[in-house]
């Protein structure tokens, strides 16, 4: 089979499927199967793929007929400029939680040496996002699940930020309680209702970790938690930031009413995204 046959079948069973993007997937998972850039892929229509690349890019397409997402079949997924390795132990990261980047960017780089701990850290995409650009922060990254902090390790290595952020198992905050000199505690918490759970996105329901992604009937279960143990770990005009969903901002208002300067970021949707706020 040559490479522009590949695309073409591969473009043709996600469409019977009604599966993705599909030309954009089809080329995604064939590059991964080949171990090719998208130039290679469009400039080599009459590359003869060899039996193993076949099979590989039959399973790949395999599993996202039956709806995983293109990044948990590849194992990668591009945040912030920066290449992160994924698995379903934790969320996809997605541009929406840039803003949250750069709302803390925007606050924190008249600060000396920042005091920062990212609560689920997940992949952690936003700690070293932050590491990045901050180089003379201090940056912490927890999680409840063990997976997930192996694949936020596996991420601090590639990206030689290993000595830069120090990652740390915990349920939110409890492993912190007894600081109380962060300059921010940073989260994308979980926010989704569970009894919205049949409307979301198949690929996000089926795949994603569901601890990462609802938060009781309500879906503010985590964040009041959140909310209230920040207070604790957060020096005297400490800020907390945090990705919130759609509709949310009226409710984080009230939450947040005891705080200072409370301010939300909207994303390029115009939805409010990002909500922080100063600890008195």
């Not at 400039?43 to 039956?66: C, F, G």
């Not at 008249?110 to 992949?123: A, F, K, L, N, Y």
């Not at 995409?125 to 927890?142: F, G, N």
């Not at 400490?238 to 994303?267: H, P």
């Amino acid at each position: 089979m040559q490479l522009r046959e590949a695309l073409t079948s591969g473009t043709d069973r996600l469409t019977r499927a009604g599966t993705g993007d599909l030309r954009k997937d089809a080329g995604l998972l064939l590059m991964f199967a080949l171990g090719r850039d998208r130039a290679y892929i469009f400039s080599h229509p009459e590359y003869p793929l060899t039996e193993p690349e076949a099979a590989r890019y039959d399973e790949a397409i395999s599993k996202r007929v039956q709806g995983m997402p293109p990044q948990y079949i590849t194992g990668h997924q591009e945040f912030w400029g920066m290449d992160f390795i994924v698995s379903p132990s934790v969320l996809i990261p997605r541009p929406e939680t840039e803003h949250l980047v750069e709302t803390v960017l925007e606050l924190a780089r008249s600060m000396e040496h920042p005091r920062i701990v990212d609560v689920g850290t997940g992949s952690g995409c936003i700690a070293l996002a932050l590491a990045k650009e901050l180089p003379r922060a201090e940056v912490y990254a927890s999680d409840i699940s063990p997976e997930a902090l192996d694949i936020a390790r596996a991420n601090a290595k590639q990206h030689s930020l290993e000595q830069r952020v120090i990652f740390c198992r915990s349920d939110l905050l409890e492993a912190f309680l007894q600081e109380n000199d962060f300059d921010f505690v940073v989260s994308n918490p979980p926010y989704i209702s569970e009894l919205e759970k049949e409307q979301l996105q198949a690929e996000v329901r089926d795949f994603e970790p569901h601890l990462a992604l609802f938060a009781g009937p309500s879906g503010y279960d985590v964040i009041e938690k959140l909310t209230k143990k920040a207070i604790a770990v957060l020096k005297p005009g400490g800020w907390l930031a945090m990705e919130i969903g759609a509709g949310q901002e009226t409710k984080l208002r009230q939450l947040l009413s005891s705080w200072r300067q409370v301010q939300f970021t909207n994303d390029l949707r115009g939805i409010p995204r990002v909500a922080a706020a100063r600890r008195v």
